[in-house]
């Protein structure tokens, strides 16, 4: 059981170049979740998918675009990349039906912007 | 706007004592809380949770504790071990209006216990 898996776990960018995170959960989860962690700033929500076929903005979308796929999946863009965007990005997964419960997280994509 | 706020940016404690983590939030729509540790170039791992119907919540040597009229939660670990040593991030949510499926996250505590 692989839960939660993000590719790739690293990358360098170029400043404007673009790319795709990707996230595939395999626990048949009904919410998606996109985060960015940076030091003294905990996690910062992007966007969610609190089911399939929505999603919503979180606390800072500026920069970035989502795609909910297909239940499993959900992937995040960034179109023109900045060197603000510089960071550590999670995916998680929650099964939202079932009241009060845990997400589980990726391992994480460190991506450098120069 | 910070909803839930961990004003603490770290804590250093003796192996074997107790460490108290502390969590605030602004948002009553909350109802639901968790905790979450963070060990270096690993994805965040869920530890306990507890639900606004309750005040206390216990699992091992976690406790967590929630003030809803404070709106303020915290996270006892007794004892403390060097391996606790983290960062531990707490979280909310709650289903009303336009928070349905949202999870927000504070800015964790980098926890250190000293053998």
């Known amino acids: 059981n692989a839960g939660v898996t993000q590719t790739p776990k690293f990358q360098v960018l170029k400043t404007g170049q673009s790319m795709t995170l990707q996230c595939a959960q395999d626990m048949n989860h009904n919410s998606m979740y996109w985060y960015r962690q940076d030091p003294g700033m905990g996690l910062r929500l992007i966007y969610y998918s609190a089911s399939e076929g929505t999603t919503d903005k979180g606390e800072v979308p500026n920069g970035y675009n989502v795609s909910r796929l297909n239940k499993r999946e959900f992937s995040l863009r960034l179109e023109s990349a900045a060197p603000s965007q510089t960071s550590v990005y999670f995916c998680?997964?929650?099964?939202?039906?079932?009241?009060?419960?845990?997400?589980?997280f990726g391992q994480g994509t460190r991506l450098t912007v120069v | 706007d910070q909803q839930v706020k961990q004003n603490s940016p770290s804590l250093s404690v003796q192996e074997g004592r107790i460490s108290i983590l502390n969590c605030d939030y602004t948002?009553?729509?909350?109802?639901?809380f968790l905790w979450y540790k963070k060990y270096p170039a690993e994805g965040p791992t869920f530890l306990i949770s507890i639900s606004s119907i309750k005040d206390k919540n216990e699992d091992g040597r976690f406790t967590v504790f929630l003030n809803k009229s404070a709106k303020h939660l915290s996270l006892h670990i007794v004892p403390s071990q060097p391996g606790d040593s983290a960062v531990y991030f707490c979280?909310?949510?709650?289903?009303?209006?336009?928070?349905?499926?949202?999870?927000?996250f504070g800015q964790g505590t980098i926890l250190t216990v000293h053998p």
């Open positions: 998680a997964s929650r099964d939202k039906l079932l009241l009060n419960t845990e997400a589980f």
């Open positions: 948002n009553s729509m909350f109802d639901y």
């Open positions: 979280a909310a949510s709650g289903d009303g209006g336009t928070s349905y499926g949202k999870l927000t």
